[in-house]
Protein backbone atom coordinates (compact mmCIF):
# COMPACT_ATOMS: atom_id res chain seq x y z
CA UNK A 1 0.00 0.00 0.00
CA UNK A 2 1.16 3.52 -0.73
CA UNK A 3 0.70 6.49 1.69
CA UNK A 4 1.30 10.17 0.83
CA UNK A 5 2.77 11.94 3.85
CA UNK A 6 2.01 15.67 4.72
CA UNK A 7 5.35 16.59 2.97
CA UNK A 8 4.35 14.79 -0.59
CA UNK A 9 6.88 11.87 -0.04
CA UNK A 10 5.53 8.48 -0.69
CA UNK A 11 5.61 5.66 1.81
CA UNK A 12 5.31 1.92 1.23
CA UNK A 13 3.57 -0.05 3.83
CA UNK A 14 4.14 -3.83 4.48
CA UNK A 15 1.39 -6.01 5.53
CA UNK A 16 1.11 -9.32 6.54
CA UNK A 17 -2.54 -10.30 7.74
CA UNK A 18 -3.61 -13.80 9.02
CA UNK A 19 -6.79 -14.30 6.72
CA UNK A 20 -8.92 -16.59 9.35
CA UNK A 21 -8.47 -13.98 12.07
CA UNK A 22 -8.67 -10.36 10.02
CA UNK A 23 -5.44 -9.74 12.40
CA UNK A 24 -2.59 -7.89 11.75
CA UNK A 25 0.92 -9.97 11.89
CA UNK A 26 3.39 -7.76 10.46
CA UNK A 27 3.69 -4.23 9.48
CA UNK A 28 6.61 -2.36 7.95
CA UNK A 29 7.06 0.84 6.31
CA UNK A 30 9.87 2.05 3.74
CA UNK A 31 10.26 4.93 1.26
CA UNK A 32 11.90 2.65 -0.98
CA UNK A 33 10.92 -1.12 -1.05
CA UNK A 34 13.18 -3.70 -2.35
CA UNK A 35 13.66 -7.53 -3.08
CA UNK A 36 16.04 -7.39 0.25
CA UNK A 37 13.49 -5.12 2.22
CA UNK A 38 10.38 -7.52 1.19
CA UNK A 39 12.50 -10.67 2.61
CA UNK A 40 13.75 -9.16 5.78
CA UNK A 41 9.80 -8.32 6.66
CA UNK A 42 9.03 -12.35 6.15
CA UNK A 43 11.54 -13.11 8.27
CA UNK A 44 10.18 -10.90 10.75
CA UNK A 45 6.57 -11.85 9.92
CA UNK A 46 7.82 -15.12 10.54
CA UNK A 47 10.25 -15.69 13.36
CA UNK A 48 11.66 -19.20 13.88
CA UNK A 49 10.19 -20.47 10.42
CA UNK A 50 7.04 -20.41 11.84
CA UNK A 51 4.43 -19.53 9.29
CA UNK A 52 1.19 -20.16 7.64
CA UNK A 53 0.85 -22.73 4.80
CA UNK A 54 0.36 -19.93 2.06
CA UNK A 55 1.21 -16.38 1.19
CA UNK A 56 -1.12 -14.69 -1.26
CA UNK A 57 0.61 -11.83 -3.16
CA UNK A 58 0.67 -10.00 -6.50
CA UNK A 59 3.28 -10.00 -9.14
CA UNK A 60 5.01 -7.02 -7.99
CA UNK A 61 8.55 -6.63 -8.79
CA UNK A 62 9.67 -5.83 -4.68
CA UNK A 63 8.31 -9.63 -4.53
CA UNK A 64 11.70 -11.29 -6.35
CA UNK A 65 14.60 -14.10 -5.38
CA UNK A 66 14.90 -13.14 -2.25
CA UNK A 67 11.55 -12.59 -1.01
CA UNK A 68 10.92 -16.07 -2.58
CA UNK A 69 14.16 -17.67 -1.36
CA UNK A 70 12.60 -17.14 2.66
CA UNK A 71 9.22 -17.72 1.56
CA UNK A 72 10.30 -21.43 0.74
CA UNK A 73 12.90 -21.45 3.25
CA UNK A 74 9.63 -20.78 5.83
CA UNK A 75 8.00 -24.02 3.73
CA UNK A 76 5.45 -20.66 2.91
CA UNK A 77 3.86 -21.71 -0.27
CA UNK A 78 3.56 -18.24 -2.62
CA UNK A 79 0.27 -18.10 -4.21
CA UNK A 80 0.37 -15.01 -6.90
CA UNK A 81 -2.79 -13.20 -8.13
CA UNK A 82 -3.59 -12.34 -11.62
CA UNK A 83 -2.18 -8.93 -12.92
CA UNK A 84 -4.68 -6.23 -12.29
CA UNK A 85 -6.99 -8.01 -10.85
CA UNK A 86 -7.60 -6.84 -7.01
CA UNK A 87 -10.74 -9.12 -6.22
CA UNK A 88 -7.95 -12.28 -6.35
CA UNK A 89 -7.28 -10.83 -2.77
CA UNK A 90 -10.30 -9.64 -1.75
CA UNK A 91 -10.21 -9.77 1.92
CA UNK A 92 -6.37 -8.09 2.27
CA UNK A 93 -7.82 -5.39 -0.60
CA UNK A 94 -10.72 -4.84 1.70
CA UNK A 95 -8.74 -4.20 4.91
CA UNK A 96 -6.45 -1.59 3.04
CA UNK A 97 -9.62 0.15 1.76
CA UNK A 98 -11.18 0.23 5.38
CA UNK A 99 -7.56 1.16 6.90
CA UNK A 100 -7.72 4.23 4.20
CA UNK A 101 -10.64 5.76 5.23
CA UNK A 102 -11.30 4.73 8.94
CA UNK A 103 -7.56 5.81 9.82
CA UNK A 104 -5.57 7.19 7.21
CA UNK A 105 -7.80 9.57 5.84
CA UNK A 106 -8.18 11.41 8.41
CA UNK A 107 -4.32 11.97 9.78
CA UNK A 108 -1.30 13.41 8.26
CA UNK A 109 1.39 11.64 8.30
CA UNK A 110 4.79 12.84 8.89
CA UNK A 111 7.45 10.16 8.77
CA UNK A 112 7.63 6.48 8.46
CA UNK A 113 7.65 5.65 12.28
CA UNK A 114 4.35 7.79 12.43
CA UNK A 115 2.86 6.16 10.02
CA UNK A 116 3.68 2.40 11.30
CA UNK A 117 2.66 3.97 14.99
CA UNK A 118 -0.83 5.27 13.49
CA UNK A 119 -1.55 2.01 12.01
CA UNK A 120 -0.89 -0.14 14.94
CA UNK A 121 -2.31 1.71 17.33
CA UNK A 122 -5.63 2.38 15.09
CA UNK A 123 -5.93 -0.92 14.24
CA UNK A 124 -4.93 -2.79 17.06
CA UNK A 125 -6.96 -0.84 19.88
CA UNK A 126 -9.92 -1.27 17.33
CA UNK A 127 -11.15 1.91 15.93
CA UNK A 128 -13.70 0.79 14.86
CA UNK A 129 -15.42 1.07 18.47
CA UNK A 130 -15.22 4.41 19.06
CA UNK A 131 -12.78 6.35 15.80
CA UNK A 132 -13.60 9.74 17.40
CA UNK A 133 -12.44 9.13 20.58
CA UNK A 134 -9.17 7.43 19.18
CA UNK A 135 -8.31 10.12 16.72
CA UNK A 136 -9.11 13.53 18.91
CA UNK A 137 -7.03 11.50 21.85
CA UNK A 138 -3.89 10.53 19.90
CA UNK A 139 -3.16 14.09 18.75
CA UNK A 140 -2.96 17.77 20.09
CA UNK A 141 -4.17 19.49 17.27
CA UNK A 142 -7.87 18.54 16.21
CA UNK A 143 -10.25 20.66 14.17
CA UNK A 144 -13.91 19.94 13.80
CA UNK A 145 -15.34 21.18 10.36
CA UNK A 146 -18.60 22.77 10.66
CA UNK A 147 -21.23 22.27 8.36
CA UNK A 148 -24.98 22.69 8.33
CA UNK A 149 -26.08 20.81 5.26
CA UNK A 150 -25.49 17.68 7.17
CA UNK A 151 -28.44 16.09 9.16
CA UNK A 152 -27.69 15.82 12.66
CA UNK A 153 -30.32 13.48 14.03
CA UNK A 154 -28.79 10.80 15.94
CA UNK A 155 -28.45 8.39 13.27
CA UNK A 156 -26.33 10.67 10.98
CA UNK A 157 -24.70 12.11 13.84
CA UNK A 158 -21.64 9.97 14.35
CA UNK A 159 -20.88 9.54 10.44
CA UNK A 160 -20.89 13.40 10.51
CA UNK A 161 -18.40 13.88 13.24
CA UNK A 162 -16.07 10.96 11.28
CA UNK A 163 -16.06 12.67 8.31
CA UNK A 164 -15.33 16.22 9.80
CA UNK A 165 -12.62 15.37 11.65
CA UNK A 166 -9.17 16.15 10.72
CA UNK A 167 -6.51 16.04 12.65
CA UNK A 168 -3.04 17.17 12.21
CA UNK A 169 0.12 15.17 14.32
CA UNK A 170 2.75 16.91 16.46
CA UNK A 171 6.01 17.24 14.67
CA UNK A 172 9.06 15.46 16.78
CA UNK A 173 12.15 18.01 15.32
Known sequence: MVVTGWLFRQWYMFVVMDLNTRRIVHTGVTRFPTDEWTAQQLREATPRGEGPKYLI????SKYATHFSTVAMGSGIQELKTPYRTPQANGVCERFMGSLRRECLDHILIHEGSHLERVVKESWHTSIRSNPIKELISRSPITMIRQDQSQ????????RFLLNSIIVIPALHI
Open 57 to 60: RDLD
Open 151 to 158: PMDGSHRR
